[in-house]
T-cell receptor
Framework: DAKTTQPTSMDCAEGRAANLPCNHS???????VYWYRQIHSQGPQYIIH???NNETNEMASLIITEDRKSSTLILPHATLRDTAVYYC????????????FGTGTRLQVTL | GAVVSQHPSWVICKSGTSVKIECRSL??????MFWYRQFPKQSLMLMAT?????????EQGVEKDKFLINHASLTLSTLTVTSAHPEDSSFYIC????????????FGPGTRLTVL
């Protein structure tokens, strides 16, 4: 079973920031928080991951609470192409570590 | 970099036949490859994990004799659905990891299987 809970769906206006929350209250010390997204009928795409510090890359920012029990993915300027299902996953690092996908958040970006 | 391809992108077959799906890492050597299945409006479910030259590790409830996985090289893994039935119709997706990638999985575009 997935160790994360996310809202089922969210809407965001194009050009605004999209803030996607994730709860992972049972995360263990050696587990990272990963975010992937899946555009309809495509394979998932890696977005970002972090352990305890906030992270930023060209796609998004990841804010992890100090107790690591929750996190927020931020898309600073959402576009229509960001419409997708966003998955928050906790997993150990290591090339053979499995990813357990939950139900994710369906983000709809609108004009 | 880190592109994963799948072939075919879609396939339709008759019930009882076998179907082979290929997963290739195009520009890197894959340390590990994973196979997932996704039914309509559902999330991805991991089927198995495979490493080059060794037997795949299947998730609970996945029949290893029905879903044959061969990982012949560091850039190629194949999934064969044997004696396919309509309930095997699904979206099959592979992913691969590479050394020193912090467990980032690179996903293929998926293969849609329809069994008539």
């Amino acid at each position: 079973d997935a160790k994360t809970t996310q809202p089922t769906s969210m809407d965001c206006a194009e050009g605004r920031a999209a803030n996607l929350p994730c709860n992972h209250s049972t995360i263990s010390g050696n587990e990272y928080v990963y975010w992937y997204r899946q555009i309809h009928s495509q394979g998932p795409q890696y977005i970002i991951h972090g352990l305890k510090n906030n992270e930023t890359n060209e796609m998004a920012s990841l804010i992890i609470t100090e107790d690591r029990k929750s996190s927020t993915l931020i898309l600073p300027h959402a576009t229509l192409r960001d419409t997708a299902v966003y998955y928050c996953i906790v997993s150990e690092t290591g090339t053979a570590s499995k990813l357990t996908f939950g139900t994710g958040t369906r983000l709809q970006v609108t004009l | 970099g880190a592109v994963v391809s799948q072939h075919p992108s879609w396939v339709i077959c008759k019930s009882g036949t076998s179907v082979k799906i290929e997963c290739r890492s195009l520009d890197f050597q894959a340390t590990t490859m994973f196979w997932y299945r996704q039914f309509p409006k559902q999330s991805l479910m991991l089927m198995a994990t495979s490493n080059e030259g060794s037997k795949a590790t299947y998730e609970q409830g996945v029949e290893k004799d029905k879903f044959l996985i061969n990982h012949a090289s560091l850039t190629l893994s194949t999934l064969t659905v044997t004696s396919a039935h309509p309930e095997d119709s699904s979206f099959y997706i592979c992913s691969a990891t590479r050394a020193r990638s912090n467990n980032e999985q690179f996903f293929g575009p998926g293969t849609r299987l329809t069994v008539l």
